[in-house]
């Protein structure tokens, strides 16, 4: 939902459009198209009145400098993310203010050979600068939320191959002295297919008492053992 109520939403067409009811619990009578040309929009958040879209190989930010419904500027945030099979996914914006963008991998089994930022969760400043791992081991993380008033993160794996995955162990390396931890840290299979193919896990993040404010790399890995 955007800051004006209307409901956004991305279709693989390339258009984002934007979903108005008279009241809260009836349908959308009204339907606006905020934005087009966009290749494969899959992840939509705001940032005040920013709509930021992670799309194939980036994300975009789209503005309405006159505020008549519809996208008067468009700004590339972000460009050359990996896009083969899958692509860059789910975006969202943390209790920091930083942009954590779902990055998916390249191929389904490494058959691309690895490349960099493909397979993780990233995160960069608002403007696009400052982009590094946050975890790898993804795949293909179409879903990232943060748990309001908190500093846990949701992470969504999917396994978009033919195999189910098992016993897949969630591991981090932190900073020094801070302390990562998961709801559940093995997920013993997730299905192949369509449907129920996704895993949810929680990760809390919790820095030191005395940590100051900066830059910190902290990796988290979802790793298949068979």
């Known amino acids: 939902f955007g800051p004006n109520g209307r409901l956004y939403v991305a279709e693989l067409g390339g258009q984002v459009v934007a979903l108005a009811a008279p009241n809260p619990n009836e349908a959308a009578t009204t339907r606006v198209t905020f934005a087009t040309g966009l290749d494969s929009p899959l992840g939509l958040a705001f940032y005040s009145t920013d709509l930021y879209v992670g799309r194939r190989a980036g994300v975009t930010r789209l503005t309405d400098t006159n505020g008549d419904g519809v996208a ?11 896009a083969l099979r899958h692509q860059t ?6 209790p920091d203010g930083r942009l954590y963008i779902g990055q998916g991998t390249t191929s389904d089994r490494g058959e691309t050979g690895i490349l960099n930022l493909e397979g993780s969760i990233l995160v960069a400043e608002r403007d696009g600068s400052g982009l590094r791992v946050l975890g790898s081991g993804t795949r293909n993380p179409y879903g990232v939320a943060f748990l309001p008033g908190t500093s846990t993160l949701t992470l969504v794996i999917t396994n978009t191959g033919s195999a189910p995955l098992t016993n897949v162990k969630m591991t981090s390396t932190p900073p020094r002295g801070w302390k990562v931890t998961f709801d559940q840290d093995t997920i013993t299979t997730i299905p192949a297919g ?18 100051v404010a900066g830059d910190y790399d902290l990796t988290i890995r979802a790793t298949s053992t068979a």
């Open 89 to 94: 996914d789910g975006v969202a914006f943390g």
């Open 194 to 211: 369509n449907t129920g193919n996704t895993a949810q896990v929680l990760v809390t993040i919790q820095p030191p008492a005395n940590a």
């Open 72 to 82: 008067d500027q468009t700004t590339v945030v972000i460009a050359g993310l990996p």
